[in-house]
Nanobody, 125 residues
Framework: QVQLVESGGGLVQAGGSLRLSCAAS????????MAWFRQAPGKEREFVAG???????YYADSVKGRFTISRDNAKNTVFLEMNSLKPEDTAIYYC???????????????????WGQGTQVTVSS
C-alpha cells in the first residue's frame, strides 16, 4: 500500500506561482512512477506531469514551460512547481503513484494505482 498526501494548494492571481507537495508512505518510493493530474468542474481528470524513478519527466502541452515536476527520494516527496498560472489552471490537483515503468512516463489515469485526496488550486483573473 502507498499513502499519498498533497499540500500547497490555494488561491493565487493570474501570473502567480504555487508549489504543490505530495508526501508518500508505504512502499519503496524511489521505485514508483509519480505524476500529477488535475480535474476541473465538469471535466475529466487529466494528466499534468509525470516523473520516472530516475527523474525522467513528461508534461502536458498545456503546462510545458510553466510547470516543473521533481522528486526527492530521500524525503519520499514529489513536487509540482507551477509558474505563470492562468485561470484555466484552476482545478483540484491529485498526486498519483504507479508501478516502476523504466524510462516510460505513464499518462493515463488507469496506469496509476494510488491517489491522494487532492488539493484545490484556484487562479483568479
Amino acid at each position: 500500500q502507498v499513502q499519498l498526501v498533497e499540500s500547497g494548494g490555494g488561491l493565487v492571481q493570474a501570473g502567480g506561482s504555487l508549489r504543490l507537495s505530495c508526501a508518500a508512505s508505504g512502499r519503496t518510493f524511489s521505485t514508483l512512477s509519480m505524476a500529477w493530474f488535475r480535474q476541473a468542474p465538469g471535466k475529466e481528470r487529466e494528466f499534468v506531469a509525470g516523473i520516472t524513478s530516475t527523474s525522467l519527466t513528461y508534461y502536458a502541452d498545456s503546462v510545458k514551460g510553466r510547470f516543473t515536476i521533481s522528486r526527492d527520494n530521500a524525503k519520499n516527496t514529489v513536487f509540482l512547481e507551477m509558474n505563470s498560472l492562468k485561470p484555466e489552471d484552476t482545478a483540484i490537483y491529485y498526486c498519483a503513484a504507479g508501478p516502476y515503468r523504466g524510462w516510460i512516463v505513464p499518462k493515463r489515469v488507469d496506469e496509476y494505482n494510488y491517489w491522494g485526496q487532492g488539493t484545490q488550486v484556484t487562479v483568479s483573473s
